[in-house]
């Protein structure tokens, strides 16, 4: 499918696509890009690239893979646009969309295809060590096309993603922002918030939590680079739907302190029944 | 251990602490109460008690554990009282420990034994279909000792509760609401109040839910019944719970709002610290 494919960052994400693309035999080689010499070289012990080079040397690379966290994305685009070679293709896999497109839409060169991903395939581990052969298997991955994007690369990109496994979804970036503010940075927000005060909190009868709280919590382990970035570059969904949730909040506390007994339990009714039917899918 | 054990309330609780005590031989017989009958039903054809009778033959019990909702804790505390014969003790297994205790104290007889108990054991799951065996292996049992509660019967039921697998922890009940309103109740209504908030909204994109909503919100499934009393009950510690939670979430907004990112990522980090020392006990 490819000659050469640059991974830049081989976190999780682009370690195991990195091992995805060498095991499907999607190119000759891959190529780890990262400033930490130590993931580089794990990659390498692991056979989850070829070798790695110095980003001087990207043009060599006739499909890139930018999977660094969000706030570097965009310099890393401009600076990939500049030294490309004519036809290459050049995907993000950042988990924001929308914000991205709009900082680095000026700098997209009409003979390098920019194809904006997002491969909904996150676990709360994070770094080389994590990759995984069967990450991306049935995942969703939605591509977000801009005004002028090049339709033969975008063709190959789908391509690409389906031979790792995933399911294709086209959406517009913005409205790609606003969702995953609501389905997957609060959730975030949520869990870090809660964890956060129990730990202030600090009372060693703590102690006493369930299972319910562990899984609830799961994901307040994931890489806080990662998230805060994520939080900031989608600020303005981001803000909305923390409001939305503490309107929320607050309207069920209302109910437990007028003691609305019909109120508070249709309401939690209604939870566990959307709960029932997400699962059902 | 005990001649009749009666179980009132022959839900995920009642009906696994019923097996347990079957296969555990601490009773020659396990005779269920309720007042859907078909529960008794299936927990007769199911093997979880021996048999089942109606609430004027208590007092042929000389071991009755309460686990009906929290809501309906109290009468049937106070009425079992009044049948149970002298010598016999009584528990219930509520979540909720302070609050039942302070309603039924002047109701307590000196020669009826009660001992306030919660077993940290629930899962999602509610009703006999649930019961299952190793359901409080290893879990924590926190007792909460009032004055001039039976010391020999407190004794006994720590004996009992220990031969179900369980760990023995003694608590002051008003000091356990408070605790458990910020570890357990707390995360209940955060779940339900995400899954309805994402239900509300009801746009079909949100279809991309990804694994990490789905585990958050695990518990948003669990017995609306159940949860609404409980925050009634508890209502005091539950509300002050949700105002300090949404002093966290408003913390982190403003953080976002002012993009200062070092603060967002300091206090992302504090949390998943936190919980990766939760997940080491």
Chains 1, 2 share one sequence.
Not at 4 to 16: A, F, K
Request: net charge negative; charged share 25%.
């Amino acid at each position: 499918m490819f000659d050469n494919v640059g991974i830049i960052g081989v976190g999780l994400i682009g370690s195991s696509m990195a091992l995805e693309i060498r095991n499907n035999n999607l190119a000759k080689s891959v190529i780890g890009f990262d400033n930490d010499q130590k993931s580089l070289d794990t990659a390498l012990k692991h056979g989850v690239i070829d070798g790695y080079g110095s980003l001087d040397e990207l043009s060599i690379c006739d499909f890139v893979v930018v999977a660094t966290p969000v706030s570097s994305i965009c310099d890393i685009l401009k600076m990939a646009f500049n030294k490309l070679k004519k036809g290459s293709i050049i995907i993000d896999v950042g988990s924001v969309k929308g914000a991205i497109v709009k900082q680095i839409k000026e700098d997209i060169k009409q003979d390098i295809y920019y194809v904006p991903v997002h491969p909904i395939a996150g676990i709360e581990k994070f770094g080389v060590e994590a990759a995984r052969k069967g990450l991306f298997n049935n995942a969703y991955c939605i591509i977000t096309p801009f005004d002028g994007i090049n339709e033969f690369a975008q063709k190959k990109v789908e391509n690409f993603v389906k031979a790792l496994g995933m399911r294709v979804e086209i959406m517009d970036a913005d409205e790609h922002d606003w969702v995953f503010a609501y389905i997957s940075h609060l959730p975030h927000i949520i869990a870090y918030n809660l964890v956060g005060l129990i730990e202030e909190k600090n009372n060693e009868k703590f102690r006493f939590i369930g299972g319910g709280f562990r899984d609830f919590t799961r994901i307040a382990a994931s890489s806080e680079k990662m998230w805060s970035d994520i939080f900031l570059l989608n600020k303005k969904s981001v803000m909305e739907s923390i409001d939305e949730f503490i309107g929320h909040m607050n309207r069920l506390k209302e109910m437990i302190q007028k003691e609305d007994r019909e109120a508070v339990m249709h309401y939690l009714k209604r939870a566990r029944l959307f709960k029932e039917s997400i699962d059902e899918r």
